[in-house]
Each structure stands twice: as C-alpha cells, then as structure tokens.
C-alpha cells in the first residue's frame, strides 16, 4: 500500500458508506447498547433488587482485585528476600547460580563476552578471631558495599557463602575480566583496626571468562579452582 499516494476505491467507497465528512453524527455513530443487554438482563428483569445484586457483586470483585493484588505484592516481596543474602545486600548463591545462567544465555544469544569473578578472603578466620563477630560480619558487609560500589549495574555480584563472594562482569573477555578484578581487589582490601594491629582484610580472585558450553555452576567451580591458585602462589611467593 503505498502512503501519501490517490485513495484507494475501496477505502474511498467505504468512506462513502459511513457518510461524507460533515454528515450528523447520528448517521455515523454507533449503535447504543442499553446496560441490561449488555449483561444479558432484559428491561423488565431490571428490578431495583437486580440492580442491588449487581452492585454487591461488583463490590466483591472489587475486593477480590484488591486482595489479589496485596497477595501478588507480598509474594514479590517473598522472592526478593528469599534472593537475598541474610548478611549483604548481594544475591545468595541460588539467586547468583540463577543470573549467571540467565547473563550466559543472553551473552550466547546477542554475542557479547562475559566473565566470572570468584574472590575469597585471605586468612578471615582469623580475622574474625581477633575482630569478633560482629567486625566479622561488618567486614563482610562492608566487601559487599565495595564491590557493589565499584561495579556496573549490568553486573552481577553475589555471597557465595562464608567469605566468599562472585561478581558476572557483563561485555567482559578473560583479559578485561582480569584487569577488572585487580581494581576490584585493590577496592576492597583495607584496613579494619587501628593501624598496625595486623587487622588487615587481603583477598585472592580467580576468573574465569563465561562460555556456553559450561554449566553456571562448573564455571563457579572453575572460578574458585582458579582462585585457590592464585592464592597458593601468593602464599609460595
């Protein structure tokens, strides 16, 4: 159909049919459907109780919108906790296994690279011995706050468990996930005491660039092989 081009006859002729611009409405208007026979109640069944009966129900289903609603809310909120981690803000294991897999399918599908960063603090036993648990666990908050922070939203970070955590750098190849994972270390390593009491977070990483031919949690595996490396050669060194 070509656009701007002469009006076709048939539009033309239906045009003609509907009536000419100008015409009173009523000529073009569409015809008027009374109430009662749109629900399928003729006139005489219309009763003043009919029509009380009709309210009521429409206020039940109002009622049940409304409840259906709260219930869908509060089911919303239930599958965001039940994705959270219980000390961070980060996704749990099972919600970052999950986005993994989902960051893999669409890499594979619009053809852009992906990788996985494992990281794990070095000696944090320890550190908890001497800190407490509750400048454990601030330390721990305070990984997740960094990594959050130094990360794009497209990105994807994650407690894995204990002191372990793992970011999904999207657009990220083996090399770029490297150099990215040096920046994150560098960003969360500080210190946690008074200078000089020893009290100093250091963390190990692995990479692992994302390819579909391995499963999300065989690429975590391999992430975390990788970073045990990483940190033998540290210790070695």
């Given at each position: 159909m070509k656009v701007g081009g002469a009006r076709s006859e048939p539009i033309a002729a239906n045009r003609r049919r509907i009536g000419a611009p100008g015409a009173p409405a009523a000529a073009i208007s569409a015809p008027r459907v009374d109430s009662a026979t749109f629900l399928g109640i003729s006139r005489t069944e219309m009763t003043p109780a009919v029509q009380a009966a009709i309210q009521t129900l429409l206020g039940e289903l109002d009622e049940l919108r409304t409840e259906v609603n709260r219930l869908k809310a509060r089911l919303d909120e239930a599958e965001g906790l039940a994705d959270r981690d219980t000390l961070t803000p980060l996704l749990n294991r099972?919600?970052?296994?999950?986005?993994?897999?989902?960051?893999?399918?669409?890499?594979?599908?619009?053809?852009?690279?992906?990788?996985?960063?494992?990281?794990?603090?070095?000696?944090?036993?320890?550190?908890?011995?001497?800190?407490?648990?509750?400048?454990?666990?601030?330390?721990?908050?305070?990984?997740?706050?960094?990594?959050?922070?130094?990360?794009?939203?497209?990105?994807?970070?994650?407690?894995?468990?204990?002191?372990?955590?793992?970011?999904?750098?999207?657009?990220?190849?083996?090399?770029?996930?490297?150099?990215?994972?040096?920046?994150?270390a560098q960003a969360i390593e500080h210190d946690l005491g008074a200078p000089g009491d020893g009290a100093r977070l250091r963390v190990s990483y692995g990479v692992r660039e994302v390819t579909a031919d391995v499963d999300p949690e065989a690429l975590i595996a391999e992430a975390d092989a990788a970073m045990f490396e990483a940190k033998r050669q540290r210790r070695a060194g």
């Amino acid at each position: 159909m070509k656009v701007g081009g002469a009006r076709s006859e048939p539009i033309a002729a239906n045009r003609r049919r509907i009536g000419a611009p100008g015409a009173p409405a009523a000529a073009i208007s569409a015809p008027r459907v009374d109430s009662a026979t749109f629900l399928g109640i003729s006139r005489t069944e219309m009763t003043p109780a009919v029509q009380a009966a009709i309210q009521t129900l429409l206020g039940e289903l109002d009622e049940l919108r409304t409840e259906v609603n709260r219930l869908k809310a509060r089911l919303d909120e239930a599958e965001g906790l039940a994705d959270r981690d219980t000390l961070t803000p980060l996704l749990n294991r099972r919600a970052f296994v999950r986005e993994l897999g989902r960051a893999r399918t669409a890499a594979q599908r619009y053809g852009f690279a992906l990788s996985l960063v494992y990281f794990d603090l070095d000696g944090f036993k320890a550190l908890n011995d001497r800190l407490g648990h509750a400048g454990g666990d601030a330390a721990l908050r305070a990984v997740a706050e960094r990594l959050n922070a130094n990360v794009r939203d497209s990105d994807v970070v994650g407690r894995m468990g204990g002191d372990e955590f793992a970011v999904v750098l999207v657009q990220a190849d083996q090399a770029t996930a490297e150099a990215k994972a040096a920046i994150l270390a560098q960003a969360i390593e500080h210190d946690l005491g008074a200078p000089g009491d020893g009290a100093r977070l250091r963390v190990s990483y692995g990479v692992r660039e994302v390819t579909a031919d391995v499963d999300p949690e065989a690429l975590i595996a391999e992430a975390d092989a990788a970073m045990f490396e990483a940190k033998r050669q540290r210790r070695a060194g």
